[in-house]
T-cell receptor
Framework: EDQVTQSPEALRLQEGESSSLNCSYT??????LFWYRQDPGKGPEFLFT???AGEEKEKERLKATLTKKESFLHITAPKPEDSATYLC??????????FGTGTRLQVFP | ETGVTQTPRHLVMGMTNKKSLKCEQH?????MYWYKQSAKKPLELMFV???????ENNSVPSRFSPECPNSSHLFLHLHTLQPEDSALYLC??????????????FGDGTRLSIL
């Protein structure tokens, strides 16, 4: 069965304290992987697409990486405005999109 | 306007009411989606439309009835809902289904509460 697991479920960081969020998957055929950010009361906002193992994408303090089994979202020197829920979604060869349950990140000043 | 717009943002209804959710996208996309988001659960895909044709119904109860009159508009008609249907309903759009790795873009959702 195709499955996507995100960890940790919640993460509290001090401003400037770098960390990583994990998205692991067991799927039948991977076409790509998406990262989204979701703020309270808002819909998911697209961040990155990763296509193949070894690929990396960066945007401001965020860097996403992909291996054959998992993806990481690295947050370098986070700020309070980075607080949000981060969702990953695996795009299968069948065109189906499977979401994880998200990591809720809180960054304190 | 740009992006994906959903109305209303909040809806409270009784179990016997009939209401509709509306979604409009200004991105020139051809595929539109309805998702249900409940606390601590992954987004659940409900329906997919590609070029106005329904291509997926993910075993959704008939009390949810989608309508896609054109590639820019999507509706979700609701009737005789149950308390467990209370959730955030998200609409998304993408270039088209089957297009390699084009991301879906989401609206801000309708928060639905069933009394």
């Amino acid at each position: 069965e195709d499955q996507v697991t995100q960890s940790p479920e919640a993460l509290r960081l001090q401003e400037g304290e770098s960390s990583s969020l994990n998205c692991s998957y067991t799927v039948s055929g991977l076409r790509g992987l998406f990262w989204y950010r979701q703020d309270p009361g808002k819909g998911p906002e697209f961040l990155f697409t990763l296509y193949s193992a070894g690929e990396e994408k960066e945007k401001e303090r965020l860097k996403a990486t992909l291996t054959k089994k998992e993806s990481f979202l690295h947050i370098t020197a986070p700020k309070p405005e980075d607080s949000a829920t981060y969702l990953c979604a695996v795009h299968l060869n069948t065109d189906k999109l499977i979401f994880g349950t998200g990591t809720r990140l809180q960054v304190f000043p | 306007e740009t992006g994906v717009t959903q109305t209303p943002r909040h809806l409270v209804m009784g179990m016997t009411n009939k209401k509709s959710l509306k979604c409009e996208q200004h991105l020139g996309h051809n595929a539109m989606y309805w998702y249900k988001q409940s606390a601590k659960k992954p987004l659940e895909l409900m329906f997919v439309y590609n070029f106005k044709e329904q291509t997926e119904n993910n075993s959704v109860p008939s009390r949810f009835s989608p309508e896609c009159p054109n590639s820019s508009h999507l509706f979700l008609h609701l009737h005789t809902l149950q308390p467990e249907d209370s959730a955030l309903y998200l609409c998304a759009s993408s270039h088209s289904t089957g297009t390699s790795n084009q991301p879906q873009h989401f609206g801000d959702g309708t928060r639905l509460s069933i009394l």
